[in-house]
């Protein structure tokens, strides 16, 4: 019997993907919304009316985002942990979403006047090199995982090598 493989399956892999990239994103787009597409109002400077609506989203998505944590904590951190697999980049990973989880939590329970000017910044500062961090871990992992291939590596079909035959003279091709 084989042991199991670390690798993400298939839709495990797009569903986190597309939970982590939701997270992202909508904290991204309430980061431009809150620091550089305020509106004016009657009285000056106010928020926009979309900024709300992106951080709803995004602490949505960041119960989702626990979640596939939990499911990658299960078989792929586990059993990387347990083989030495990727851990250069995998404890960085684990490090930065225990921060952004830390730091996500403070600012939901605990923000106020006096620390609304590095609390968030101590957030969203992390928050935006997560794909970055996320690629080098990939990017790492495929390095080293035996016949891990690319995507178009893996639809190239086979190159068969056929032997040399001896050229067919002009005599021998007119023989019927």
Do not use: C
Request: net charge positive.
């Amino acid at each position: 019997m084989s042991a199991p493989i670390i690798r993400l399956g298939h839709r495990h892999k797009r569903l986190a993907y597309a939970t982590f990239s939701l997270l992202w994103v909508s904290g991204a787009l309430w980061l431009a919304f809150h620091y550089f597409l305020g509106v004016e109002g009657d009285f000056g400077p106010e928020p926009n009316p979309l900024e709300k609506w992106w951080l709803r989203l995004h602490g949505l998505a960041a119960m989702l985002a626990l979640v596939a944590l939990g499911s990658l904590l299960t078989n792929h951190v586990r059993l990387a942990w347990q083989r030495n697999k990727n851990r250069r980049s995998g404890l960085p990973m684990l490090a930065l979403t225990a921060w952004l989880a830390a730091t996500g939590y403070a600012l939901y329970y605990f923000s106020s006047d006096a620390n609304a000017a590095w609390l968030p910044l101590l957030h969203w500062t992390v928050g935006l090199a997560v794909p970055l961090a996320l690629t080098l871990h990939i990017l790492a992992g495929r390095q080293r995982a035996p016949g891990s291939h690319t995507r178009t590596q893996r639809r190239k079909k086979p190159v068969l090598h056929l032997v040399a035959q001896p050229p067919v003279s002009a005599s021998q091709k007119a023989r019927p």
